[in-house]
Nanobody, 127 residues
């Protein structure tokens, strides 16, 4: 059974840091090629904050967070991380990881390219 489990969320003051983890299991070998992090705040559309390929480690991070958020992977642990620094109140959202297949020039940031989703972990940034 395919599973994606996020952890590491919590309450942090503005300017603080958090590292989120996405542990995945139940995939057949090479069934997935990439993992992405998305976030969704109440009343707002879901948006991608970073994505990474397992094979070569190439990443794609939108400019809105690229100076603060860093995605990384540990293939041996089947885990992808999202390091978030200098957090702002507007970063408050539920953060979800998603797994996808296929290869593009860059890891996609469109949610329709991802087939499996975790339940999410809440990040709340206080001012």
């Amino acid at each position: 059974q395919v599973q994606l489990v996020e952890s590491g969320g919590g309450l942090v003051q503005a300017g603080g840091s958090l590292r989120l983890s996405c542990a995945f299991s139940g995939f057949r070998i090479k069934e997935i090629s990439l993992i992405a992090w998305f976030r969704q705040a109440p009343g707002k559309e879901r948006e991608a904050v970073s994505a990474i390929y397992f094979g070569d480690g190439s990443t794609n991070t939108p400019r809105s967070v690229e100076n603060r958020f860093t995605i990384s992977k540990d293939n041996a642990k089947n885990t992808v991380y999202l390091q978030m620094n200098n957090l702002k109140p507007e970063d408050t959202a539920k953060y979800l990881c998603a797994a996808g297949r296929g290869i593009w020039e860059m890891p996609p940031l469109e949610d329709w390219e991802y087939d499996w989703w975790g339940q999410g972990t809440q990040v709340t940034v206080s001012s």
